[in-house]
T-cell receptor
Framework: NAGVTQTPKFRILKIGQSMTLQCAQDMNHNYMYWYRQDPGMGLKLIYYSVGAGITDKGEVPNGYNVSRSTTEDFPLRLELAAPSQTSVYFC???????????????FGDGTRLSIL | AQKVTQAQTEISVVEKEDVTLDCVYETRDTTYYLFWYKQPPSGELVFLIRRNSFDEQNEISGRYSWNFQKSTSSFNFTITASQVVDSAVYFCALSIDNYKLTFGKGTLLTVNP
């Protein structure tokens, strides 16, 4: 059982380039999330999705886009990379709240992104 | 808006010492959920505990224990007889809908041999 898989693990981008961070889960979770973690800071929610075709903004959505065409995949797109987007990005997934009393979010291992 | 404060940025202890990590939260909602996650040096996030606002019972899991006090809006985490493998960043988090998480900034715990 792979859980939440993020690719790539590391990436260096030039300012103005675009890229897509991939996230896939095989646990049949309805809910998926993207967080970013800046040095010395906690994780901040970028976008989330409660099911295929449904996405919504989190706390820090500017500069990012997402899509959710399938239950399994939730890619995060950076259109015009900026140095402020240098961060570690975590994808997570979970069941919907009503499906379990103690179901936590399952996190991927993260993508370390540097924009120079 | 929700807020989680982990006032201790870094803590350093010697192995076998007990250590308590503080977490103070703010929310106007009466139903909410509190979490602790561990982030070891390898970087992944490991779920430790979830507690809902209606359950103030303290919980113990091996060397780990959690003290939830609504009166002081705190959800503190104690590691008894710390070990080097406990060295990590520990995050406290809050959710009012049991899915979106608001994280504190984390506490870096270093356990020295």
């Amino acid at each position: 059982n792979a859980g939440v898989t993020q690719t790539p693990k590391f990436r260096i981008l030039k300012i103005g380039q675009s890229m897509t961070l991939q996230c896939a889960q095989d646990m049949n979770h309805n809910y998926m999330y993207w967080y970013r973690q800046d040095p010395g800071m906690g994780l901040k929610l970028i976008y989330y999705s409660v099911g295929a075709g449904i996405t919504d903004k989190g706390e820090v959505p500017n500069g990012y886009n997402v899509s959710r065409s399938t239950t399994e995949d939730f890619p995060l797109r950076l259109e015009l990379a900026a140095p402020s987007q240098t961060s570690v990005y975590f994808c997570a997934s979970s069941y919907s709240p009503g499906q379990g009393m103690r179901q936590p979010q399952h996190f991927g291992d993260g993508t370390r992104l540097s924009i120079l | 808006a929700q807020k989680v404060t982990q006032a201790q940025t870094e803590i350093s202890v010697v192995e076998k010492e007990d250590v308590t990590l503080d977490c103070v939260y703010e929310t106007r909602d009466t139903t909410y959920y509190l979490f602790w996650y561990k982030q070891p040096p390898s970087g992944e996030l490991v779920f430790l505990i979830r507690r809902n606002s209606f359950d103030e019972q303290n919980e113990i899991s091996g060397r780990y224990s959690w003290n939830f006090q609504k009166s002081t809006s705190s959800f503190n985490f104690t590691i008894t007889a710390s070990q080097v493998v406990d060295s990590a960043v520990y995050f406290c988090a809050l959710s009012i809908d049991n899915y979106k998480l608001t994280f504190g900034k984390g506490t870096l715990l270093t356990v020295n041999p």
